[in-house]
């Protein structure tokens, strides 16, 4: 870290200080990098007692607003991980605000003639110079191309790459003083977890990764009538502009807007659910964060898809043993959900797997017994993956990314429907992919290429061992 750095840093924990966090900054040690006027303040205040406990993950969200656009991503970030941080902070961060004033019209215009190297007007015969929506990464603009194309641009804001490149430094920096210094955040390896947010938000910069995204999830959906996916015009889109096809929808928040355009939220729901299960468990590929802000509801029960920043990936035998899970959950088949569960996992030597199944049929059961009530199916998987951690059991980022996916389309269904129920409405899904996943001739193939891939069915060897011949297996072939 440069002196710039530390700089940034000390700013970083008198916001928190101020905020409410200040007796945790006393007790990791680094109070002594707060100034002598912050922790007066902080003493006068009262900011050094226990914080109520209640509060906080309010607090913490608003001090993560303040710190800019870096900060916001990692909160958004952090909220699709539950297996780090809290259920209730992850909520929380759910609401982070995302708003900020746009950015003039002048530097819009400036970015795309730097970027495209040619006048605005020769790309686009109309413009409209107010945003539709302004965010901390990048804001987008209603245009028209020469053709008559309308289209919506992505425009990313000026100067954000050294402001960010110095925030993920020191969030760095951070995560490797928790890792050192306090052992009770070890097993939640913060060091992997900041590598992994600066990898994504480094992704994120480059609007061409998000263009190729959307490419792509556009192709695996080709044919489907569902499922609509804005187009990306290529010769307008560069690191920091990304021109794609408009997409005319509504909110599915705009009761009015759906009842005008005659969209049966039910269907709309079933639908929403289907399409996301098919791009996770069909394409291996899924859009990672599909909030209400990033979904239009179009006529005749379509829905389009916007925002390809996150993407989640899954592979094939990930997806198997998914499914697997999934048809064993809906037809409440705890033991065998659990055991495939395990597959999945990333398991050391000094993993608590005992505990974890305990956890996990814990879980499952309960799910099964409070399904009355507001436990959802969804929640229960979310949950099972989630409590990994405390067990020192871990999943692959994508896989969580999958189960936070899987509530969030559960919660976009019940705005929808309020009975909608991802158990029922998708097990019929679930129950057609699985025949077709598992049927005879594949089945009897698959057998034939890689016994140990349907591990499931050598009964006579414990899970386990054929877990660790597999991770051998691996192991071997990536040497
Ligand atoms: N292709 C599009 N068609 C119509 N509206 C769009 C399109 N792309 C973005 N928008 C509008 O802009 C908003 C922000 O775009 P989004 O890609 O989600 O950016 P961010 O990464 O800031 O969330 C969306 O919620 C939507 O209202
Ligand atoms: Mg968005």
Redesign the pocket.
Known sequence: MNWSDKKRLVEILEAFAYGGFAYYINRSRLSKCVSLKCRIRCWFVGCFCTPEKKSLPFYFRKVIEGLGPTFIKLGQILSLRPDFIPADYCDELRKLQ?HVPPFPFEEVKKIIEQELKQPLSSVFTTFEQN??????????H?AKLKNGTV??V?VQRPNLNERIEQDLRVIAWAAEYMEKKWENCRPYRPKKLAEEFSDWTRK?LDFRN?ATYADEVRKNFKGNRTAVI?RVYWDCTTKRV?T??????C?IYDERCLARNKINRKKLATAGARLMFEQAIVHGMFHGDPHP??L?AIKHNRL?F????IIGRLPKDTRKKLLLILSHLVRKEFDEATKHTLEIAEIAVDSDTQGYKNTLYLIFSSWYGSQLKEGTLTRAFFNAIAEGVHHKVYFPPDLVLFSKMLVTTESVGALLNPEFDISKDAKPFIEDLMSAEMSPIKFIKGFIKNALEYGELIEELPKHIVHIIKKLEESVRER
Request: proline content about 6%; charged content about 20%; overall charge negative.
């Open positions: 995302d945003p539709i929506a302004s965010a901390s990464i990048a804001q987008v209603k289209v919506a992505k994120e998000e804005p990304l794609m096809q408009f997409i005319e929808g909110n802000g990033n239009l389009g916007l925002d390809f920043g």
